[in-house]
């Protein structure tokens, strides 16, 4: 009796092979086009970003100035265009340090020790934004990122 | 054997040709000017002429001027356009290019920086006077993938090519290569016949 409901049950395990690996195809397949989905809206949202920032561009340089605020540095260009230039800076650390032991007995032979671990990180850049002007202030370009 | 030489024969041909009325290069890595300047010549005309010259035919043709990119010997002009269809590509590419046309006396230089986007899932595309480009309710877009991994084919029907684990790349939509290159090759004719028929 055992010997049959073993027969059987390999039997229908082989069956559902093709449908298993068709199914397997099929959410690899699934998947695959998530990930292009995915990855195109990341896109498609980061774009927007910079979109909506550098669509100052053809606006006359007082109503930036009259709805950001005062820039932190103007620069005059030879050819006679100035540049306006918003930063940010941003710096900080955190994490932590724990320091490591080794202990030794009276003939320098180690019966403890522990690593350090050191999970400390610091960081520090400017974000810009970068507004290029004409003689008659119109906003010819804009520029942004991070240095 | 003879018709297998015949069409040895004809494929060469048609290669050659193809090759020769090309001014772009289309591959794996990208499209480009090859060689990366194209130079109409316009004898006699002055430095003034070509300038003004070239801001008719900017006029013209509804590109848009870029100031900023432009100066003493240089105009810049830009044009965002589809270049292909999801019809027959796999999906609606559309193209931003920007043209910048260095002159002086006699003859101009052009030279071409491009970005091609996929809009694989129906996404309309906006341009604002910076050159940068979103789209309408953020539907998903990104720039055009010359080269996928081959297991990704399926998903990237209009990539022009794929690579295999062991790096063998494969021509997998030879109609987008054609395509692109066709509509590239005509900003130039079209250049070049404009100017000529000005001089």
Redesign the interface.
């Known amino acids: 009796m055992n010997t049959k409901i073993r027969i059987v049950v390999i039997a229908l395990s082989l069956a559902s092979l093709p449908a298993m690996a068709v199914a397997q195809s099929l959410a690899s397949n699934n998947t695959r086009a998530q990930a292009r989905y995915n990855k195109e809206k990341i896109f498609a949202e980061a774009q927007r970003k910079l979109f909506t920032i550098t669509s100052w561009a053809g606006a006359n340089i007082s109503d930036l100035l009259a709805k950001w605020g005062s820039y932190t540095r103007k620069s005059e260009q030879p050819n006679g265009s100035t540049v306006y230039i918003f930063e940010n800076r941003y710096s900080g650390s955190g994490g932590s340090y724990t320091p490591g032991f080794v202990v030794t007995d009276q003939f320098g032979n180690v019966v403890a020790q522990k690593q350090a671990k050191d999970n400390t990180y610091s960081y520090d850049f400017t974000e810009y934004y970068e507004f290029y002007t004409d003689s008659t202030r119109r906003i010819l370009h804009v520029k942004t990122g991070t240095r | 054997m003879r018709k297998a030489l015949l069409s040895i024969f004809l494929l060469i041909i048609i290669r050659s040709g193809y090759a020769q009325g090309s001014y772009f290069t289309c591959n794996e890595t990208g499209l480009y000017l090859s060689p990366s300047m194209v130079t109409i010549s316009l004898p006699g005309q002055s430095k003034e002429d070509v300038k003004q010259k070239i801001m008719s035919f900017i006029l013209e043709r509804k590109y848009v001027y870029k100031?900023?990119y432009s100066?003493d010997n240089q105009i810049a002009f830009r044009d965002f356009v589809k270049c292909g269809d999801k019809q027959n590509c796999g999906a609606d590419l559309i193209a931003r290019n920007i043209f910048r046309l260095t002159y002086d006396s006699g003859y101009i230089k052009i030279r071409l920086e491009n970005e091609i986007y996929s809009t694989?899932?129906g996404?309309e595309l906006?341009i604002?006077?910076?050159d940068?480009?979103?789209?309408k309710k953020?539907?998903?877009?990104?720039?055009y993938e010359f080269q996928v991994p081959e297991?990704?084919a399926?998903?990237?029907p209009e990539a022009m090519y794929t690579f295999s684990k062991k790096g063998k790349i494969k021509l997998h939509n030879p109609i987008v290569q054609e395509t692109l290159l066709a509509f590239y090759n005509r900003y130039i004719t079209d250049m070049e016949t404009w100017f000529r028929q000005h001089n």
Request: proline share 12%.
């Open positions: 100031p900023f100066g694989f899932y996404a906006l604002n006077e910076n940068d480009v979103a789209s953020d539907v998903p877009f990104a720039p297991q990704y399926a998903e990237y």
